[in-house]
Structures are given as structure tokens and as C-alpha cells.
């Protein structure tokens, strides 16, 4: 338990003393001024949730070969945690683009596959509620984990390949190309932070399955007597 | 015996199968060609703007036909339990799956070519100049949706609501088949064609891609 | 200071949604367990 207390306080810390560096430590980028801070955001945010679904993909996996739960509760954690981030990438990117474009969507090409990855584990976790049983549940969802997460690879190759046919405006500039020492510490920070904090939730969900699955069961022999 | 054989034996009840009431094949086309037309209500083309989004919408009426043609994929194991019957008959689950997806290819692809004087008569765009190569994006393609909607199908079949269970999944798993299909597509058919051997490559690794997902984890969609 | 208020927005949502979801996770915690505590009270003792 306190093992658990201590991840959410540094979690939070970090959190703290990255949104800090990109308001003040950062400097303001020259073309696009203020609003490129939320660069620091968004970004860490994806790279975050992209780790979350990887992790997740890793839990269905281990499920498949091993059959043990605890992966399976991996796997949910991962997937929900990771939706949750890519949620907030989805959210911050129109949020950067109205000022700039004066349009809220722009089928850039990360965000348009942003969208897609977000849809697969959204299916992903509906997939899990039409299934009763939790043992063909897991392996069901495992499986379609395991197909989504290497679909994530073709699904932005395919969109960047097609964006280059039909170009729209990019979010944030070629992302990465002109980041200055400073901006690119403060970037790194941000994402070390954001993962942290990811790992927090991760382990809260997943404490939380494990927990559901104890009760489950407490419940069951409860009903056999 | 071998995989080679099994598949055969299997494809052909699969084929034969269908080809006893042809429900499928019938059913499949004129929904295709009932998306088509709705497509042109809904947007009203001009004859250059149907060149542009004819073939996208195209792709669009295969997907939308492929999610709802695969649903009896597994579904119809399910009736008589003829699975576990197939699974003990051959030795390689993977030849079950070989069987289906070839089957669902070619039931695919004779819909498309049956759609496709249709399609070049009312979207105006003539298809001629380029058939190869339009055939063989359609194959690719078709092949891609094929291997994802019958390893999803057998997802499907084991869960609740699947009727709308299997579009869910398969339409956001299809994106890059349907980005890259229409794209090429379009080019294709455009008034000077262009061959995007970049976006047919990528259909290819795409199917491989898939095909090798299917054949190391088939055996456990078909876990009893 | 022009885009401000966007910036400000910007973090205010999403670390409200992140701030939502684990609200969620606790209040399911939170839950559970004393559905959990109430069943082992439940159970005979020999458990």
C-alpha cells in the first residue's frame, strides 16, 4: 500500500514540475508563440498512451501463451489507461489547431491515425463487455488485442502515405524538427513525467481488476453454501 | 494430411456450400449496389467530382458488404456444432481458416467484378484502360478483408450482439486496406492513370501481414 | 499573450480528464472493497 502512495507522490510531482517547465522554463517558440506549449502536453501524452497500449499488447501476449489472469489484468489496465491518454491527445490537438488554422480537424496525418488507434481499443473494451465468461473473455480480447496492436503500425503508415497524396495542415509543424536544447529538455522531462503517471494509473487499475476478480470468486463460494 | 489437401477438401464444401442457394453472393450484390446508389443521393456527384469519389465510395460499399457478409462465416458452424466436428477432422486448425478466407476472397471478388460495369455506368467512369491493374488492387484488397474478417468473425461468433460486434471491430482494423484501396483506386481511374506500386506494395505486406497474425494464432480463435 | 486562454484550456481539460478517469478508478476501489469486506463477514470463519 505504501509502495502505492509513494508512485502516486512522485507521479504527481513530476506532473507538477513539468506543466512548471513548459510554462516558464521553456522559451515561446518563434513562429507560433503561446499556443505551441501545449506541445509539451499533447505530445507526452501520445508517447505515454502509445506505452500503455504496448503494455497492454504485452499482457495479451503472456495471456495467450501462459493463461494466467493476471495478465488479462494487464491487458484491460493497459487499454484503458492508454484510451484515456489518447483521449487527451484527441481533445488537446483540435484545441492547438483552432487558433492557428481556424479550424477545429485537420486530417493531419497523426492525429487522423490517433483517432483510428483510439477507435481499435475502444472496440477492444466493448469487445470485453459482450463476453460473460472470463476466462474465454480474456482469450477473446487478447486476441483482438494482439490483432489491433500490430494494425497500429499499417494504419499510420497507411494514413502518412496517404496524406502525402492529399496534404492537409500538419498539427505542431514537422513535430520535432526545429526544437531548440532547451525545448527538447523540457520535452523529455515532460514525457518521463507523463509516463510515471501513466505507470500510477496502470497500477491502480490493474490493483482494481485484480481486486473484482478476489471479490468474484469470495462471491461465488458465498453462493455455494 | 497435408495442409494443402485439407484446405481443399474444406474449400470445397465452402464453395459448394454456397454455391447450393447462392444467398450470399446474391445478397452481398445487390447491397453494394444499394450503398452505391444511396451514395449518389446522399451527395449528388458531378461527372469530374464521381471520378475523384466514385472509387472511394466503392470501397466504402465493399467494407460496409464484406462486415456483414462474413457474419455467418463461424456463425453457421455454430447450428449442428460442426466445428468441433472440422477440428478433430484435420490436424492444422489453420486449414479451416485457409478455407474460409480463400472462399470469402472469391465470394468478394465475383461481387466486385459483377458490380463493376455497373459502377463504371453510373458513376461514369470508364474502367477499361486499366482493368489489370483494378483487378489486382481489388484482389489485394479483398484478400486483406477477407483474412481480418474471417480471423474477426470467429471473434464475433463467440460473443454477444454480434452482428454489430463485427463491424465494430473490423471497420477500424480496415482503415489502411480502405485509405490505401481507394487511393490507388483513384489513380487508377483517374483521366491519366497513375500505378501506385507503393500503395499496392503496401496492400501485399498488409495481406502477408495478417495471413501470418492468422496462422500463429488461429488455433486459439478456435478454442472450445 | 495571445492564445493564451487556449493553452490554459487546454491543460485544464486534460488534466480534468485524467484527474475524472482516476476519480472512477478510486471510487470503484473504494467500492469494492467494502463489498469484499462485507462478504469475508459473511463467509464462515474458517476462511
Known sequence: ?225 | MSLFSNTAVLLNKELRTEFRSRELLTTTVVFILVVLILFSFAISPTSEESREFGPGLLWLAILFAASLMLQPCFLREQGNDTLSSLRLAVGDPFSIFLAKLIANTLFLLVTEILMLPLFAIFYNIPIFPELHYLLLVLFLGSLGISVAGTALSAISAQARMRELLLPLLLLPLLTPVLVVSATVSVSLLDRQPVVQWKGIAFLAVFDLVFLTALWLFGEYLLEE | MKNLDSVFAAYLIGWGAYFVFYLTIAKRTANLRAELDRIKNSLPHAK
Not at chain 1, 508512485?7 to 513539468?18: H, I, N
Not at chain 1, 479550424?103 to 460473460?132: C, E, G, H, K, P
Not at chain 1, 494504419?155 to 497524396?165: D, K, L, M
Open chain 1, 1 to 225: 500500500m505504501s509502495k502505492r502512495i509513494i508512485l502516486a507522490a512522485v507521479a504527481f510531482l513530476l506532473v507538477v514540475a513539468a506543466a512548471y517547465a513548459s510554462f516558464f522554463i521553456a522559451p515561446t517558440e518563434r513562429t507560433m508563440g503561446l499556443i505551441q506549449r501545449i506541445f509539451y502536453f499533447h505530445v507526452s501524452s501520445a508517447w505515454a498512451g502509445f506505452t500503455a497500449f504496448f503494455l497492454c499488447f504485452l499482457g495479451n501476449l503472456m495471456y495467450v501463451w501462459k493463461r494466467e489472469q493476471k495478465y488479462d489484468w494487464l491487458g484491460v489496465s493497459g487499454a484503458e489507461v492508454g484510451l484515456a491518454f489518447t483521449t487527451v491527445v484527441l481533445i488537446t490537438g483540435p484545441i492547438w489547431a483552432h487558433p492557428v488554422w481556424g479550424i477545429w480537424w485537420t486530417w493531419d496525418a497523426r492525429l487522423t491515425s490517433t483517432f483510428v488507434l483510439w477507435l481499435l481499443y475502444v472496440s477492444y473494451l466493448l469487445l470485453r463487455t459482450l463476453v460473460d465468461e472470463p476466462d474465454r473473455r480474456a482469450l477473446l480480447s487478447s486476441l483482438f488485442g494482439i490483432f489491433a496492436f500490430i494494425d497500429v503500425p499499417l494504419v499510420f503508415g497507411a494514413i502518412r502515405w496517404w496524406r502525402t497524396q492529399h496534404p492537409q495542415p500538419v498539427i505542431m509543424g514537422g513535430q520535432g524538427s526545429g526544437l531548440e536544447p532547451t525545448m527538447k529538455a523540457v520535452f523529455f522531462f515532460s514525457a518521463f513525467a507523463m509516463h510515471v503517471f501513466m505507470a500510477f494509473l496502470i497500477v491502480e487499475r490493474y490493483s482494481l481488476e485484480k481486486m473484482h476478480t478476489e471479490a468474484d470468486l469470495l462471491a461465488r463460494e458465498l453462493e455455494a453454501q
